[in-house]
């Protein structure tokens, strides 16, 4: 049973696209979250939602949309995609919002903007 | 701006051997430091976690201690085995608000026979 799922595993594609990633978690936890991990490997938060509610939201350019149907789906759009963008999008989800959580992470999904 | 720095470069070492492995941070102590595993083409996996009133935390060969003085936190693995070579991620979080995850840069731990 998959914990945090992420679909597509890969994205190629074309610079000025538009592409969305999905998110699911079946822990039943409150808060979701998007990190970027970039080619150095450096893992940074991007978004988090806890139960549909925006909560966190890092200096990202707004051509990145987060949307949370539910609390147990987070979805990732973005707009005119860019070169820079190119990069490894984790999912993960905490029980609650409290910063004494751990977080659960979905497998990643690899961008790579052309 | 909060800093949190890891050994850049990988740490070898022989298969019996104990790895250690650091975290550094500037700043302000933060109120928990968690400990992750990052296996090539995965997401980070969750080891353990220590509070700033704690100095000690074991579970199993691993063992994460925390000197807030030091602004230092250690990850040691004892009796290192092959299939402990991964990346390992320290990450802190303070009691100011909704949880947020501040990553370092990660150590690659190289175990040989």
């Known amino acids: 049973d998959t914990a945090v799922s992420q679909t597509p595993k890969y994205l190629v594609t074309q610079m000025g696209n538009d592409k969305s990633i999905k998110c699911e978690q079946n822990?039943?936890?409150?808060?979701m979250y998007w990190y970027k991990q970039d080619s150095k490997k450096f893992l940074k938060i991007m978004f988090s939602?806890?139960?549909?509610?925006?909560?966190i939201n890092e200096t990202v350019p707004n051509r990145f949309s987060p949307k949370s149907p539910d609390k147990a789906h987070l979805n990732l759009h973005i707009n005119s995609l860019e070169l820079g963008d190119s990069a490894v999008y984790f999912c993960?989800?905490?029980?609650?919002?409290?910063?004494?959580?751990?977080?659960?992470f979905g497998p990643g999904t690899r961008l790579l903007v052309l | 701006s909060q800093k949190i720095e890891q050994n850049s470069e990988a740490l070898n070492i022989q298969e019996g051997k104990t790895a250690t492995l650091t975290c550094n941070y500037t700043?302000?102590?933060?109120?928990?430091l968690q400990w992750y595993r990052q296996d090539p083409g995965r997401g980070p996996v969750f080891l353990l976690l220590?509070?700033?009133?704690?100095k000690e935390k074991r579970k199993e060969r691993l063992k994460v201690t925390f000197d807030t003085t030091l602004k230092q936190s250690l990850f040691h693995i004892t009796a290192s085995q092959p299939a402990d070579s991964a990346t390992y991620l320290c990450?802190?979080?303070?009691?100011?608000?909704?949880?947020?995850?501040?990553f370092g840069t990660g150590t690659r731990l190289l175990v040989s026979p």
């Open positions: 220590i509070r700033e009133n704690e």
């Open positions: 993960a989800s905490s029980p609650t919002s409290g910063s004494w959580e751990t977080q659960y």
């Open positions: 990450a802190l979080s303070w009691n100011t608000g909704f949880q947020k995850l501040v």
């Open positions: 822990l039943g936890h409150d808060t």
């Open positions: 939602y806890n139960n549909k509610e925006l909560i």
């Open positions: 700043n302000y102590s933060p109120a928990y």
